[in-house]
């Protein structure tokens, strides 16, 4: 049995609900199609389960993209103001936290429900779990077929997004559409993503695991420069926290970070000066600037004995320890991968898009949108209003 359909959105995550209920309250008959057995697993994840739902200061510069005009058009359409007036109508409670990031007060699951109830109204109807067979040109639309049998459409909105978290069922459905309909792709990686070091010479930084501190990271040069001012941790296998998830998105393989460990200290001019006064020892006076288990460590790390008085170092030594802190360079071999990922970097070329209405430039009625994109956000709900202003667009459209 064939049902036929206006608009047919494969993929129920945020992008996704958020196209389908758009285009379902347009007047649209709207089908919305997922694999997963349970719904929207991201959003439930998000936030430590609270769903960091968007960042009220997100702008175009947030965004990484090999063409960075593009995410202009739908940001500037569907905004945060506008995804806060939509969850105060729900009557969902939230906070800031720093950096403009917006989290619900109680669960992700209000986020889920909104956009279920949001679909409901646009009268949306449900396929899932259901598996996409293929989608072929028919006529003036698309044949999809399904688990469920065949589906007969108009528009097609692929919302699938990347990679990024296999556990809870990321494909790449989205690429192999693209591909099918000959549609360009930037090279997709984990963003968003720890970062890894060969384990030889990551081995005497192994007994800092744990250890969290604030730091200044940057990366890459002119345009492709990356600068983040956030908390770095320390792992067994490298480094994690919220300075290197953000620095991982602009670092290139092989290339080095430069990291800041004392943003607010001048270490070298700091010991030199107090040669004359400070008393204390190395250990003892880095330790009232780090934690005192990373000052032992990285003393030893450095060639450098932490009971060494200040007063009796020549110059050349306190400001080699100075550089060592306030101007770390170290390259990373590799990244945790898609599996700690939290987004996929790359894509649909947005190239092949309309940035009107996320729609395929050479095949009508096909469109992609959030995560499938070459369009990746921050960290801090960034990607959220991605979904959300993208799915808008498409769903204005379909």
């Known amino acids: 049995m064939t049902t036929q359909f206006d608009v047919a959105v494969i993929g129920a995550g945020a992008a996704g609900m958020m196209c389908a209920a758009v285009a379902g309250q347009r007047g649209r008959k709207v089908v919305l199609i997922d694999h997963a057995e349970r719904l929207a697993e991201k959003i439930r994840i998000s936030g430590g389960g609270r769903c960091n739902f968007t960042n009220r200061d997100a702008t175009p510069q947030n965004f990484l993209s090999q063409n960075p005009h593009f995410c202009k058009s739908a940001l500037s359409r569907y905004t945060p103001q506008d995804f806060l007036a939509l969850i105060k109508r729900h009557r969902i409670a939230w906070h800031e936290k720093h950096k403009g990031q917006l989290f619900c007060d109680n669960s992700a699951e209000d986020i889920i429900e909104m956009l279920k109830a949001e679909c409901q109204l646009g009268n949306v109807q449900w396929r899932m779990p259901c598996g996409v067979q293929s989608i072929v040109s028919e006529g003036e639309g698309f044949r999809i077929a399904t688990a469920q049998g065949a589906l007969l459409c108009q528009s097609i909105v692929i919302a699938t997004g990347g990679l990024s978290i296999p556990k809870i069922g990321a494909t790449d459905f989205a690429w192999r559409i693209a591909k099918q309909f000959d549609l360009r792709i930037v090279e997709p990686r984990p963003g968003l993503v720890p970062l890894t070091f060969d384990s030889k010479s990551w081995q005497p930084f192994v ?192």
């Open 207 to 398: 007994p800092l695991a744990g250890i969290a501190l604030p730091v200044e990271v940057e990366t890459g040069v002119k345009k492709a420069r990356g600068w983040f001012r956030e908390d770095l941790l320390f792992t067994h296998r490298g480094l994690s926290g919220p300075a290197i998830l953000q620095i991982s998105s602009y670092w290139q393989s092989g290339t080095p970070l430069t990291i800041n460990l004392l943003p607010e200290v001048d270490v070298a001019q700091e010991l030199i000066e107090g040669k004359g006064t400070l008393k204390k020892n190395l250990g003892n006076l880095l330790a009232q600037w780090l934690p005192s288990r990373l000052a032992e460590g990285w003393l030893q790390v450095n060639g450098f004995t932490a009971d060494a008085r200040i007063a009796d170092m020549p110059d050349r030594e306190l400001r080699r320890l100075g550089a060592s802190l306030n101007q770390w360079q170290i390259v990373p071999d590799g990244t945790e991968g898609y599996r700690k990922a939290e987004v996929t970097l790359g894509g649909i070329d947005t190239r092949e898009l309309s940035q009107q209405t996320m729609m395929v430039n050479k095949v009508p009625g096909l469109y992609f949108v959030g995560e499938a994109i070459d369009v990746t956000g921050w960290l801090g709900g960034y990607n959220f209003q991605w979904a959300w202003a993208s799915g808008v667009a498409a769903g204005q459209a379909a």
